[in-house]
């Protein structure tokens, strides 16, 4: 049930994360923005590893805030660079590019979390 829902957070939470974060046209703020928001995720993941070292690992909503706090970040990262290349290509084709490579990024940690799930049982 576990792996049921964090599947359906990543197939459909990651992809819609993304394209709320590219929907505006690239801009200068806009990159700001997503470099800040980045940042900000990896400083608040690292916060809750090292700062909460007693209770990572322990405590299950401590750990899981900070395994999203570092996929949003990779969203972020993600949202970022496809923001780059349509600066870079304006273009129709550019956009979709970004935005099917983009939403497939989103989900690549469902892969990892499955597969240590599986290495573990």
Do not use: K, N
């Not at 576990?2 to 994360?17: H, K, Q, R, S």
């Not at 990159?31 to 995720?41: E, G, K, T, Y």
């Not at 570092?70 to 956009?95: E, Y």
């Amino acid at each position: 049930m576990t792996l049921i829902a964090v599947f359906l957070i990543v197939f459909v939470g990651g992809p819609l994360m993304f394209r709320f974060q590219t929907m505006r046209a690239p801009s200068p703020a806009g990159s700001r923005f997503l470099v800040v928001f980045a940042l900000a995720c990896a400083v608040g993941a690292l916060g809750l590893r090292y700062a909460e070292v007693s209770h990572w690992g322990g405590d299950p909503l401590v750990t899981a805030a900070g395994i999203v706090l570092i996929w949003f970040g990779w969203i972020t990262v993600l949202a970022f660079g496809a923001q780059a290349l349509r600066r870079a290509d304006p273009g129709r084709a550019m956009r979709r590019l970004t935005a099917v490579l983009g939403a497939a990024g989103t989900t690549m940690p469902w892969f990892g979390l499955a597969l240590a799930s599986y290495a573990i049982a």
